[in-house]
């Protein structure tokens, strides 16, 4: 084993935490830019996909209640997530006095100045 | 008859005294459920290869030669079962978290410089540093990378002292903060972070790591299959058996096989202490780094980060994120910092593989 001196370790060490920093803040980047990609690709597909869902052959006949405890259909959601949507939904549901299955929820969306506090 | 007492003739105090080792290491398991799937093992192996002519000894060498002597098989599988058990989540929806994941490898460093000062040739320095990852399997690989005469030495280390995460850290931290400063309230957006992120970020990580570190890349590369697998949703039996059974099965493996290395001759040495100490100086010195480093970044951001949660970037996950959020409600009741120190946390599992990947790259050619 070659000789390795104290000033080699000191150097190793200073050249080895920078890297680590470096390479770690090269995935931090890496996950923000990813993730804005990723979150700007899939709010286009839903917008896309939430004007087919408008078209008549979708709409179905207002205000038949399910049976009871039966739900169906989906809800889109924009920047909500699912938990927070189950919430809304309940709480819609509880003010109201309708139940779920008579309920028929269209979307959630966040609101864009909620959204800009949320990324702040 | 005379085979009897030959055998008992040839006992010498040496293994006794691993006896008592292997002993303590049962009792700390099960008394003082320190690390007890591993510190159980090894103290119970500790005692298996130090019986005079132990038969059991040559089967554990065995163990050792193809599970971990052999390119690290034991470390990289159980690698799969801890990626899969991690969820980055928190990580992603605050990337910034990444730099205390790399302020927490300080430790690393610090020991490198103070084992070579120690007289340690450099590949034991380095893997003795190595302890200071503050995690079992990268521990284990470099060190047997490195060929380091001390192997058992540091993994009982390595593991020891994660295992004293919560007795280590704590005034560590409050000495190193401020009661106020322990009271910063810090918020958590909960963002939803979208399948596809979860799916690429293991890939990504893969890469550039591997392209960085290409010694590291086997750690690295095995502990984000196991995420992948977790992340991608159509494995979730195979997540589920990664997690449990995968894992388990070789960490059964791994703590007996690592007292291949715990026999008198080789474990009863004046630098074994050394190296306790050398370690448990990387721990101290990983925790600084992390606080100071939130300490000076609160310098320049508007939104205040509470400095404990660096000192979760030494990567023993869970542990050190459940340290912080404890003490974070000692001092207030309301003020819950898990989300942000398991965030650190893992961001310190990926910052000590990528530290151990340098320094093989740097040492071990």
């Given at each position: ?120 | ?34 690390e007890?799937t591993l510190l159980l093992p090894m103290?119970?192996g ?13 089967v554990i060498e065995h163990l050792f030669e193809i599970g971990i002597n052999q390119h690290e098989l034991f470390p990289l599988i159980l690698f799969i079962g801890i990626g899969a058990m ?41 893997s003795?540093?190595i302890?200071?990852a503050?995690d079992g399997p990268t521990s284990i690989f470099v060190a047997n990378m490195?060929?380091s005469?001390?192997t058992a030495?540091i993994m009982v280390?390595a593991y020891?002292?994660m ?55 086997a750690l690295?590369g095995f502990l984000?299959f196991g ?15 990664a997690q449990k059974v995968l894992a388990n099965l070789i960490t059964i493996f791994l703590g007996i096989t690592i007292a291949s290395r715990m ?90 593989v990528?530290?151990g ?9």
């Amino acid at each position: 084993m070659e000789e390795f001196t104290i000033v080699d370790a000191l150097l190793t060490s200073v050249i080895g935490i920078a890297t680590v920093m470096v390479i770690l803040a090269i995935i931090a980047v890496l996950i923000i830019v990813v993730s804005k990609v990723i979150r700007a690709f899939e709010n286009k597909t839903a917008k896309s996909e939430a004007v087919i869902g408008d078209t008549p052959a979708e709409v179905k006949p207002a205000g038949v209640p399910m049976p009871e405890g039966m739900n169906e259909g989906e809800v889109e959601l924009i920047g909500t997530d699912e938990k927070t949507a189950a919430v809304i939904m309940a709480l819609v549901s509880h003010n109201s006095g309708i139940p779920l299955n008579r309920l028929s929820f269209k979307s959630i969306k966040l609101l864009d100045d909620e959204k800009k506090g949320a990324d702040k | 008859m005379d085979v009897l007492y030959e055998n008992l003739l040839t006992l010498n105090w040496a293994q006794v005294a691993m006896w008592a080792i292997g002993g303590v290491l049962i009792y700390l398991a099960i008394a003082k459920e320190m690390e007890p799937t591993l510190l159980l093992p090894m103290g119970f192996g500790a005692i298996l290869v130090n019986l005079p002519n132990s038969g059991a000894a040559a089967v554990i060498e065995h163990l050792f030669e193809i599970g971990i002597n052999q390119h690290e098989l034991f470390p990289l599988i159980l690698f799969i079962g801890i990626g899969a058990m991690i969820d980055f989540e928190p990580l992603l929806t605050n990337p910034k978290l990444m730099f205390f994941g790399a302020a927490a490898q300080f430790g690393i460093f610090f020991t490198l410089c103070m084992a070579s000062f120690f007289g340690f040739e450099i590949n034991d320095a380095a893997s003795i540093a190595i302890i200071g990852a503050a995690d079992g399997p990268t521990s284990i690989f470099v060190a047997n990378m490195l060929n380091s005469s001390y192997t058992a030495a540091i993994m009982v280390a390595a593991y020891s002292y994660m295992a004293l995460v919560p007795i280590v850290q704590p005034p560590i931290i409050k000495l190193c903060t401020t009661k106020a400063e322990r009271k910063i309230r810090m918020n958590y957006t909960g963002k939803k972070v979208s399948k596809r992120t979860k799916i690429l970020f293991p890939i990504i990580i893969t890469a550039i790591v591997g392209m960085v570190a290409p010694d590291a890349v086997a750690l690295i590369g095995f502990l984000m299959f196991g995420n992948l697998i977790r992340e991608c949703g159509v494995l979730n039996s195979l997540s589920e058996t990664a997690q449990k059974v995968l894992a388990n099965l070789i960490t059964i493996f791994l703590g007996i096989t690592i007292a291949s290395r715990m026999t008198a001759a080789e474990f009863l040495r004046l630098e074994t202490l050394l190296i306790m100490g050398l370690g448990l100086v990387a721990f101290i010195v990983d925790t600084f780094g992390g606080v100071m480093l939130a300490k000076i970044m609160n310098l320049f951001f508007k939104n205040k980060i509470n400095p404990m949660i660096g000192a979760a970037g030494i990567s023993a996950f869970p542990m050190s994120a459940r340290v912080v959020h404890k003490l974070g409600l000692e001092e207030d009741n309301q003020n819950f910092l898990l989300m942000h120190s398991i965030g650190v946390n893992v961001s310190g599992q990926i910052a000590s593989v990528i530290a151990g990947g340098l320094i093989l790259a740097f040492l071990a050619k």
